[in-house]
């Protein structure tokens, strides 16, 4: 089996609903997952299951509708059921991020660009989550949830602070409402009253707290921002703004890259925020495969370092191990255009790439150095009037 010959011992793994329950809830084809699962067990894999990916679920109960938190629960009994020696599970992956696409920016399903609409996908989700764990932990009660979402940093120019500041406290809102840490006096309760969130709902995740067993972080090189008010500088089709001051959000890879924090820091943060075991759950650059061997040691190395400054950092996922389609584009798009991961599967059969091959020598233990190859990447370089 390719992925047993890494050497993984853990896989976050697709039981998407939309897929297995396409029509009704209590429809439910199995045999895709019946096949697969029961080749994971055997090579001794524990899966991570993932019930919602970036989807809004079935048409039946789309996460725009009060259906996704009852529908999302009793599918998640349903696979709690039929595979009761899983522990581990994503109901909802990433709902801070998703619901910033598909409620904000409207670039997902329903194609919504509200604050409204944005606060009510996000907190559907996060309900909807809750009562999967309740469901799921009926039948296994040891049950775990891995959290999933984006965590970066925005950094900005003088006059936009205020917004960095904001938007710095509204990256943590799912993993805050999971744990029930949003009362009144969080910073983000004043905003979610203000988008309609009745107190009642607030208090929902207070009186039915479900604090991760592991924090999930995703991250990318674009995961960090930078705001920046001199828009003539940038392509006019990258102007924003908030109502008050006009800028473009861009990466501070390339914007400041010399305020970038890193994963390793970013780690701390959510360390000394919330003192829960953290994972790194997504760790992929769309580059060259030496430029994605490079990140890749960059995260490794990050983590081992904010493991040794006292984060409980437990694992680190190499996502997606057979590559993406149409990322580039957030998914906006059907270009057909591939990032290859671990494995490059253009072909219909998984051939294993450089990068597979240095996840393999990770598994076996190597030394990191051997790994590396020569040179900076890209975002590493220092531009020549800055150097002594």
């Known amino acids: 089996m390719h992925l047993a010959d890494l050497g993984l011992k853990t896989l976050r793994y697709p039981m998407v609903w939309e897929r297995t329950a396409p029509h009704h809830p209590d429809d439910l084809d199995w045999r895709w997952s019946d096949e697969r699962l029961t080749l994971l067990k055997q090579q001794g894999i524990r899966p991570i299951l993932g019930l919602v990916h970036h989807g809004s679920g079935p048409g039946y109960a789309s996460f725009d509708t009060p259906a996704f938190e009852e529908g999302l629960a009793r599918f998640a009994r349903h696979v709690a059921e039929r595979y009761p020696w899983v522990e581990d599970y994503t109901p909802v992956n990433e709902p801070l991020t998703t619901a910033r696409f598909a409620g904000l920016y409207g670039h997902w399903y329903p194609h919504t660009r509200s604050d409204q609409s944005f606060a009510q996908i996000l ?16 039948v296994q009660p040891a049950a775990r949830l891995i959290q999933t979402d984006d965590l970066g940093y925005t950094h900005a120019a003088a006059p936009l ?26 910073a983000m309760w004043d905003y979610l009253r203000s988008c309609g969130i009745t107190e009642s709902e607030l208090c929902y995740f207070i009186e039915n707290a479900c604090p991760p067993s592991v924090i999930g972080v995703n991250h990318y090189l674009t995961s960090e921002r930078f705001l920046d008010p001199n828009i003539r500088n940038y392509p006019e089709h990258m102007h924003g703004g908030n109502g008050r001051h006009r800028y473009v959000d861009t990466e501070v890879v390339r914007a400041a890259p010399d305020q970038r924090i890193g994963v390793g820091g970013l780690l701390l943060q959510a360390w000394e925020r919330y003192h829960l075991p953290l994972a790194i759950t997504e ?13 890749l040691m960059e995260v490794w190395e990050q ?33 057909g255009y591939y990032e290859p991961g671990a494995f490059d599967v253009r072909s219909g ?37 800055e150097v002594a």
């Open 161 to 186: 602070t205020y917004q960095a500041d904001w938007e710095n406290e509204r990256r943590w809102l799912t993993w805050d409402l999971l744990c029930g840490r949003i009362t009144p006096g969080h």
């Open 283 to 295: 760790a992929h650059l769309g580059c060259t495969v030496d430029e994605q061997i490079r990140w």
């Open 123 to 138: 907190l559907r989700e996060c309900r909807a989550t809750i009562k999967a764990m309740q469901e799921i932990r009926k």
């Open 349 to 385: 059969t998984p051939v294993r790439t450089p990068l597979g091959d240095v996840v393999q020598r990770l598994a076996l233990g190597e030394p990191v150095g051997s790994l590396r190859p020569e040179g900076p990447g890209w975002w590493e370089f220092v531009p020549q009037s």
């Open 303 to 335: 983590v081992h370092e904010a493991r040794t400054m006292g984060a409980d950092v437990r694992a680190m996922t190499v996502w997606a191990l057979l590559g993406s389609y149409d990322w580039h584009c957030l998914v906006t798009r059907c270009e």
